[in-house]
């Protein structure tokens, strides 16, 4: 199943969640954040994926923490609600899909922590 919705935001998605050498530069636990009442929202992740660097350690080392905290809040509040769950659930490295683990990804993407996830 993972291989037949092959997708950079999936890869990236899996690579944040199960990659132990990808740490999130964010404080644990949900931030205050209002989610988006809009529906048909699935898209934005997809466009968005591309920024999810910003959140990362190394990802960008010149953005103040306070700004990177700020920055997370707005991303969490463009994405549809249950798209801002699961971000919020890898960024403490918890994958809310009980049937997707780290064995299942790397079998589905056996390079999957040699991509980039930019």
Request: proline share 8%; charged share 30%.
């Amino acid at each position: 199943v993972l291989r037949s919705n092959n997708h950079k935001c999936l890869r990236v998605i899996l690579n944040c969640a199960f990659n132990p050498d990808i740490k999130w530069a964010l404080p644990e636990g949900e931030p205050p954040y209002k989610p988006n009442p809009l529906v048909d929202l699935g898209n934005v992740l997809y466009s968005d994926i591309r920024r999810i660097y910003l959140f990362l350690e190394g990802g960008n080392p010149n953005l103040k923490q306070l700004r990177r905290e700020v920055l997370f809040v707005e991303y969490l509040e463009n994405l549809d609600k249950d798209d801002a769950k699961l971000i919020l659930a890898i960024k403490d490295k918890k994958m809310p899909y009980k049937n997707i683990t780290k064995d299942i990804a790397l079998s589905a993407f056996p390079s999957l922590f040699g991509e980039s996830v930019r």
